[in-house]
């Protein structure tokens, strides 16, 4: 059996309006508005990752198959995404400043350090830091 193959992988979220949602991952990440392919819609690219900005209403059912309705204040989801950053101090300050909320922080020069955030959205996301090895 031939194994599936994919061009490309992007991540979607949802936000209750879509211009706050780009403003906040353009100030907070450096992404860039690329496309809008329909009204309440936002491609943005920072690097080769691709962000899909979906603009839907607090309360809106979330699918046919539940009854759990999209809510933004913070949330819990087994999904989140990670930005991996050189500097973790600096990117933590610049998503704070664009909106975003420190609920923790890892420091741990050896194992990589860590933030654990939330948008303005409530969508939980984690800035990530490899470990700092000594110059040689």
């Not at 906040?24 to 819609?41: E, H, L, R």
């Amino acid at each position: 059996m031939q194994e599936q193959s994919f061009k490309s992988i992007s991540v979607s979220v949802d936000v209750p309006n879509i211009e706050d949602g780009i403003a906040f991952y353009s100030q907070a990440f450096g992404f860039t508005k690329v496309a809008t392919p329909a009204p309440g819609v936002a491609v943005l690219r920072a690097g080769s990752a691709s962000l899909c900005l979906l603009e839907k209403a607090a309360g809106t059912s979330s699918s046919p198959a539940t009854s759990e309705r999209r809510r933004y204040e913070r949330h819990w989801t087994p999904v989140h995404l990670d930005f991996h950053v050189e500097d973790l101090k600096a990117a933590l300050t610049q998503a704070l400043k664009a909106g975003a909320k420190q609920e923790q922080l890892f420091e741990h020069t050896e194992h990589g350090s860590a933030a654990f955030c939330s948008d303005p959205f409530g969508h939980g996301f984690c800035l990530l830091e490899g470990p700092q090895t000594p110059e040689r």
